[in-house]
């Protein structure tokens, strides 16, 4: 139902593409990890994964569940409340472990955070956190890489300026784009796995933003350090 809700509504804020690796088959029982940009970028995602026959459980953030309006269908959904920093972290693991033993994808935030800058260009993901590699191994699955580019375009900086983004957009209708990686085996190592998922995400993120960058000059602006390119 959630991803349904988005791939409605996503079209109104804005013009999405998708593309994949041809070897990108989402097979079932896989993590999708994606870069975190914007407070919008989870229904951008969940739109791009439903054209790919993937309704995914969803890891996020436990304060969702306490809103009413998103608390039925998170929980219809099936999809698991992260409560970190308590003793009940690891529960969110555990559920989501469960849900991948059973044939679901699970798709999951591994930079734990929305970045703290104000402007509305892309950068490179920030550092994941262990979360990620430690479920992979767990439930012996792969791990397939997406990266996503635009939504900052719709929604970023302070309250006053996401308010704004989010009422003008159907009228801006930036252009966003989501690209699904190749499946990717993480090593035994955590450390070693954290490292090797956040280089995938980071390539296909770079895939995404280089869409934008050659579809609409300017449309994927890229913070200094971290210019997209094509693999």
Sequence with gaps: MLSRIAAAVVPSLGHLTTTSDEEAAPVTGSIVVANHTSLVDPGIVLAALLRHGVEPVVLATAGLWRIPVLRPLLVRGGHVPVHRGSVR????????????????????????????????????????????????????????????????????????????????????????????GAPVRLPGDIPAATAAAHRAVTAAWRTAAAHLAREVPGGGAVRRGAAPHTR
């Design 89 to 180: 972290a690891a529960e969110s693991l555990d559920e989501a472990a469960t849900a991948l033993r059973a044939g679901r994808h699970v798709l999951i935030y591994a930079e734990g955070r929305l970045p703290p800058r104000k402007d509305s260009a892309e950068a490179a993901p920030e550092p994941f956190r262990s979360g990620l590699a430690r479920l992979a191994l767990a439930a012996d699955a792969p791990v397939l890489p997406l990266g996503q580019a635009g939504a900052r375009r719709v929604v970023s900086g302070g309250t006053a300026k996401q308010i704004a983004g989010l009422l003008t957009a159907p009228a801006r209708r930036p252009r966003l784009h989501v690209h699904l």
